[in-house]
């Protein structure tokens, strides 16, 4: 097995880790763009998300999300390797909905063997629970091999099932077939969606905000036991936290409640509540 050695964790802000995380583990974060009312941000810079989700019912023109430039991921590679670095695990969301994998990909191009582009099939804490456990198996030493492993092990196991207020945003995204074929805005439907290796699922539509909690949670409990769990919000953390106090679990990691970034909210919009959960293999 390969020795893992000065590995350095690089990822972008889709994938919702706390900062005290984040700097605890080292992890580099590449913030995504976000283009709202003629002005571009870099995800969590200049805007905040309670802010951005106020804002969102009311602007007239939709915003916008895109991937960082090559050349970013390019001098942040660079960075890491004259810092001493040997070898680059960088985690990504899926190809299929955004353009960072491939903007991280076309970088690594530059690089030989030495960046390893991973493709996580899944947003906010879906991919951050992948990055955190390379963290950790970093910090504890494992072989690269293992390490490797370990990522692919959460990718298959890890759920995102997510409860929408609104049929809207997604409909307005265009990345999901189904949603634009969907009138559910005009019938007040509540779509419960799951991510599952880049692929945004209809799990069911309710009517009320209450039955779809309800829903949520039968999913959760239908996963059996579990290793990490995030209660995900779009500007809803009160109901986030009454969910999380419901659930009433005993877990071996401290649950996480995160407002998700701006650059997945401009395809859900506010007042969404979620789960992002580790179950245990």
Aim: charged share 20%; net charge neutral.
């Amino acid at each position: 097995m390969t020795a893992l050695k000065n590995i350095s964790l690089v990822t972008d802000s889709t994938a919702d880790i706390p900062e005290e995380l984040r700097q605890r583990h080292g992890i580099l974060v590449i913030p995504a763009i976000l283009n709202l009312g003629g002005a571009s941000y870099e995800d969590g810079n200049g805007l905040t998300r309670e802010e951005f989700y106020k804002r969102l019912p009311e602007l007239s023109t939709p915003p916008t999300t895109a991937a960082p430039s090559v050349g970013s991921f390019i001098e942040r590679y660079e960075q890491l390797f004259k810092a001493g670095a040997a070898y680059i695990l960088s985690i990504h969301p899926p190809e299929r909905l955004s353009g960072i994998f491939n903007a991280a990909r076309l970088a690594a191009e530059q690089f030989g063997e030495r960046v390893r582009v991973i493709d996580s099939g899944q947003i906010t804490l879906g991919l951050g629970f992948q990055v955190l456990a390379a963290a950790e198996a970093i910090a504890r030493g494992a072989h690269l091999d293992d390490l490797l492993h370990l990522v692919e092990s959460i990718k298959g196991r890890v759920r995102v099932v997510a409860l929408l207020d609104t049929m809207t945003y997604l409909r307005r995204s265009g990345r999901v077939s189904w949603a634009k074929a969907m009138v559910g805005e005009l019938l007040n439907i509540k779509p419960l969606v799951e991510l599952r290796f880049g692929i945004i699922e209809r799990l069911a539509q309710v009517r009320t905000r209450t039955q779809g909690i309800q829903r949520l949670t039968e999913s959760l409990h239908s996963w059996g036991p579990l290793e990490r769990l995030a209660v995900l919000h779009t500007n809803a953390e009160s109901a986030a936290r009454q969910l999380l106090a419901d659930l009433k679990l005993q877990l071996p990691e401290p649950p996480l409640v995160v407002n998700v970034t701006t650059i997945i909210g401009t395809h859900t919009g506010p007042n969404g509540l979620g789960l992002a959960a580790v179950p245990v293999q």
